[in-house]
């Protein structure tokens, strides 16, 4: 089945400490995108990578970290969690901008 | 930069009754737009998607939306509203790269 997998689905952690949510796809796709969703505000994207080692900046990157070492994976770092990344995470890929993102199931996130 | 405006945060209709979502965008070239579902605790699944071929494109579920250039919108409707219909919809737009910038959302509840 064609999906988008993060993991985990929940997280509680506590403020500094360093953690990784991790995104993988099974379907080839050259994009992907790390987004935060909060109430009232819709989806931010935080990073994208148009491919292997080609990242760049959303609207919201301060505070996380991206690599993409490998076409199907896409994790996303919080080098130093405080609670203002309290949120809900997405990952998402597509294989071109006209075709819109497959999106992950979600992880929700609360650093205390 | 991209902007999308989605007016109304919440839009409620009787079950049957017509759905209208609107949807806004501010680009002097038209971009790629979408609409996203959301159903509670779940990822967001792509209802439909517009990349200029039409302009009433039809999604899944009975909803469709048109775009209309003179006018920057991308409403969505759907001529019979079902309780299952009631979720968060978010319109989305892509200039082509992979950058895909969302509105706030507008959450739909439907009432017997």
């Known amino acids: 089945e064609a999906q988008v997998t993060q993991n985990p689905r929940y997280l509680i952690t506590v403020t500094g400490k360093k953690l990784t949510v991790t995104c993988s796809q099974n379907?080839?796709?050259?994009?992907m995108s790390w987004y935060r969703q909060d109430p009232g505000l819709g989806l931010r994207q935080i990073y994208y990578?148009?491919?292997?080692?080609?990242?760049d900046k959303g609207d919201v990157p301060e505070g996380y970290k991206v690599s993409r070492k490998e076409k199907r994976n896409f994790p996303l770092i919080l080098e130093s969690p405080s609670p203002n990344q309290t949120s809900l995470y997405f990952c998402?890929?597509?294989?071109?901008?006209?075709?819109?993102?497959?999106f992950g199931s979600g992880t929700r996130l609360t650093v205390v | 930069a991209q902007s999308v405006t989605q007016l109304g945060s919440h839009v409620s209709v009787s079950e049957g009754a017509l759905v209208l979502l609107r949807c806004n965008y501010s680009?002097?070239?038209?971009?790629?737009l979408f609409w996203y579902v959301q159903y509670p605790n779940q990822g967001l699944q792509l209802l439909l998607k517009?990349?200029?071929?039409?302009?009433l494109v039809k999604g899944i579920n009975g909803f469709e939306a048109e775009f209309k250039k003179s006018e920057t919108s991308f409403h969505l409707t759907k001529p019979s509203a079902h309780m299952s219909d009631a979720a968060e919809y978010f319109c989305?737009?892509?200039?082509?790269?992979?950058?895909?910038?969302f509105g706030k959302g507008t959450m739909l509840l439907v009432s017997p």
């Open positions: 998402a890929s597509s294989q071109g901008p006209q075709d819109g993102y497959t």
């Open positions: 379907m080839n796709h050259e994009y």
């Open positions: 990578s148009m491919n292997v080692e080609v990242t």
């Open positions: 680009s002097s070239v038209p971009p790629y």
């Open positions: 517009y990349t200029s071929a039409a302009t």
């Open positions: 989305a737009a892509s200039p082509g790269y992979s950058t895909l910038t």
